[in-house]
């Protein structure tokens, strides 16, 4: 057994959860933030036998994916001046980061 451990965009997390749902995979959300960003995403805890981790992958891969997105930069263009000029800079969002742990035990009570 392994334990899957998904941290996704929120703007991707309605279809993942449902393309899981209709395989029968469950998962526990988690709310979660950070990264570059600072902006929310969720942690899914996904307990799967091990012939099923590839299938658990592809779907994740397929539901998450990762776009461009233009943010303010948060660095200051004159040091010596001390000013901010936000300037803009593409980005590469979404897609997913996902750990894949062996279980050791599992039991539901």
Same mark, same amino acid.
């Given at each position: ?12 997390? %309605? @279809? ?19 990264? !570059?960003? @600072? ?7 996904? %307990?799967?036998?091990?012939? @099923? ?7 994740? &891969?397929? $539901?998450? $994916?990762?776009? $461009?997105?233009? #943010? ?7 040091? &010596? ?17 996902? !750990? #894949?742990?062996?279980?050791?035990? !599992?039991? $539901?009570?």
């Amino acid at each position: 057994m392994k334990l899957i451990v998904a941290v996704v965009q929120n703007e991707d997390i %309605g @279809r993942l959860l449902d393309a899981l749902q209709k395989e029968g995979i469950m998962a526990t959300k988690l709310s979660t933030s950070g990264g !570059f960003l @600072r902006s929310g995403n969720t942690t899914l805890l996904i %307990g799967i036998d091990d012939d @099923r981790v590839s299938e658990v992958i592809d779907i994740i &891969s397929q $539901k998450c $994916k990762t776009r $461009k997105q233009i #943010v303010s930069s948060p660095v200051t263009n004159n040091p &010596s001046t001390g000013v901010y000029m936000p300037y803009p800079i593409e980005i590469t969002i979404g897609g997913a980061t996902i !750990f #894949v742990l062996n279980v050791e035990r !599992f039991e $539901k009570v």
